[in-house]
C-alpha cells in the first residue's frame, strides 16, 4: 500500500539528548511514513525553557542524520508558535469553555490527579492563574493500531485540565493538538505512556473542528527497576558509532525480524530493508517491554 497522503512525524522534547527508548519511537514513526511513501516531518517540543538542556536541540538533529531517519521540511519548533496557541486559550476562554484556576499543588493533593473543579464557577481574572479546559461527562474512545480500543471518562478520570500554566507556558495537550492540525497530520505514532493522554486531545479536537489522525501507541523500554527509559534517569545518549546494532535492536524492541546479515550493514542500508519489511501488526500489544529482553 502506498499512501503520498500520509504524514506522520517525530515530536521529540530537548531537556536531554535521545536515547534508545527515544530511537524505538522514532524509528516506529519513520517506517510507518516511509513505507507507504508518505511524508515524516520533525518537531521539536520545546514548550518548557526551564526544563531544555543547552546542546539538545542540535544534538537531537546530528544523531537523527547519523542514524538515517532523515526527515522532510523544515523542523517546526514549537518555541516559535505561541501566537497560535494564545489565540485559541483566547477563544476558548471568551467562549466560556475555559476558565482561570487559582488552585495550588497542596490544595489539590488526595484526588489522584483528577481535577475537582474547585474554580469552575469561580470567576477569577486570568492573570497569575492557569487555564482549565471544561470537560464535558462524556467517554471519549477511540482504536488504536496495535493497543486496540481505549476509553476513558473525561469527567470522572482526568477533569478539567491546564491548557496554559500559571506561569504563561502552554500545555503539552494544546500544543500538541493544533500544531498536528496545522501540519496536517494524519498519523500518530508515539509510546504508550501517552495513551491515555489521547481522550484529552480527541475533546480538544472535537472542540477545535479538527479531524481525528490514526493512532499508534508502542510499548515503552524500561529498565529493570520499571522506570521508562527517559532523560530523567539518565539514559545514555545514542553513540553516532552503535547506529546499525542499535537500529538492528529497536527493530527487534518493534517485533520486526532481523536479518544476521545486517550486521555489518551501513544505517541506510538497514533502514531500507526495514521499510520493505515493516510490519506494524507484530508490535507487541503491551504497553511496556524490558530492555533486558532485547540484547
Known sequence: ?????????????????????SLVAALASWLDARAVDG???LRMEDTDPPREMPGARDAILQTLERYGLEWDGEVVFQSQR??????????????????????????????????PGFCRNAGHVREGAAIRLRVPELIYRFNDRVQGPFEQHLGREVGDFVIQRRDGLYAYQLAVVLDDAWQGVTDIVRGADLLDNT???????????????????????????????????????LEADQATPLLLRALRALGQRTDPALVNASPAEVLAVARRHWQPEHIARQLTVPEADLH
Not at 500520509?6 to 521529540?12: K, L, M, S, T, V
Request: proline content about 8%; hydrophobic content about 35%.
Open 82 to 115: 505561541h501566537e497560535a496557541y494564545a489565540a485559541v486559550v483566547e477563544r476558548l476562554f471568551s467562549m466560556g469553555l475555559a476558565y482561570a484556576c487559582t488552585c495550588s499543588r497542596k490544595q489539590l493533593e488526595g484526588h489522584n490527579g483528577i481535577y
Open 39 to 41: 511524508r515524516w516531518l
Open 199 to 237: 481522550p484529552r486531545q480527541l475533546y480538544l479536537q472535537e472542540l477545535l473542528g479538527f479531524s481525528q489522525p490514526r493512532y499508534l501507541h508502542i510499548p515503552l523500554i524500561v529498565q529493570p527497576d520499571g522506570h521508562k527509559l527517559g532523560k530523567s534517569y539518565r539514559s545514555p545518549p
Open 1 to 21: 500500500m502506498n499512501d503520498s497522503r500520509y504524514i506522520g512525524r517525530f515530536a521529540p522534547t530537548p531537556s536531554g539528548f535521545l536515547h534508545f527508548g
